[in-house]
């Protein structure tokens, strides 16, 4: 069996950082859960600690991809085979979680767990849905694989993708979403998707409007861009790794 860590990237999410783990850890029974703490200033750590978690607490904020990096780094040198990334909001459906392993498993190194790709679409406004969809078909264009939804931070990364993200995972915004699946496939991994079952923020309120998108769109083309110009290679694995 795979040495699996779930890495819960979480800032300000007292509210509901601790039901994630119990659910991660009712889910995927076998796996260890680190929450890397964004250096938040409410209860996260210790709800997420109280909850069975290990926490890593960060001096400073790093954001969402900084987070993951620092699990991805952990996950190397504790010997992980596969890293899970669940947020720590409550949005992604833990039950989901042994279906992304099991994608790995089926030979995937990269599974994203996609809304708007089963019978339970995710909702978001037409402006919105519709600049997610360009971004969709030009990172599946490049990937070499149909993904419907390339902004999910739902993901499971095994042990070639592993190595890769430790050393390169970008924390630029939206690098730990779209950079990521570009440099997955110039490092030459397969890159697959798995239909998952999202729930909207009961914390917070996510960006909406026509301007927004507009501005989301080009940022996203940008991040895309850098993947594509940036030098990128798989580390070579120490004795004994897989």
């Keep these: 069996m795979l040495r699996t860590l779930v890495v819960v990237p979480a800032l300000d999410e007292e509210h509901t950082v601790a039901a994630v783990v119990a659910g991660v850890r009712r889910d995927l029974p076998g796996a260890d859960v680190l929450v890397v703490d964004d250096h938040s200033s409410d209860a996260t750590g210790a709800r997420a600690a109280a909850a069975g978690a290990v926490v890593a607490r960060l001096p400073f904020r790093l954001g969402v991809g900084g987070a993951v990096r620092t699990g991805f780094t952990h996950a190397v040198r504790e010997g992980y085979d596969v890293v899970v990334q669940v947020d720590g909001d409550g949005q992604h459906d833990t039950r989901h979680l042994p279906e992304l392993v099991a994608a790995l498993e089926a030979g995937a190194d990269v599974v994203v767990g996609a809304r708007f ?27 070499g694989s149909h993904l419907t939804d390339v902004t999910s931070g739902y993901r499971a990364a095994g042990p070639r993708a592993v190595r890769v993200f430790a050393e390169h995972y970008p924390a630029e915004y939206l690098g730990d ?34 301007v927004g998108s507009v501005v989301y769109l080009s940022r996203a083309v940008a991040a895309i861009g850098l993947g594509m110009v940036r030098r990128w290679s798989v580390p070579v694995p120490v004795e004994g790794a897989p």
């Design 117 to 143: 790709a089963g019978a339970d679409p995710y909702g978001v406004s037409r402006t919105r849905r519709a600049v997610m969809a360009i971004l969709a078909r030009l990172v599946s264009a490049i990937v």
């Design 177 to 210: 979403t779209l950079e990521t699946l570009v440099i997955a496939r110039r490092c030459r991994l397969v890159v697959r998707q798995v239909p998952v079952r999202m729930t909207a923020r009961e914390h917070g309120r996510p960006s909406q409007g026509v």
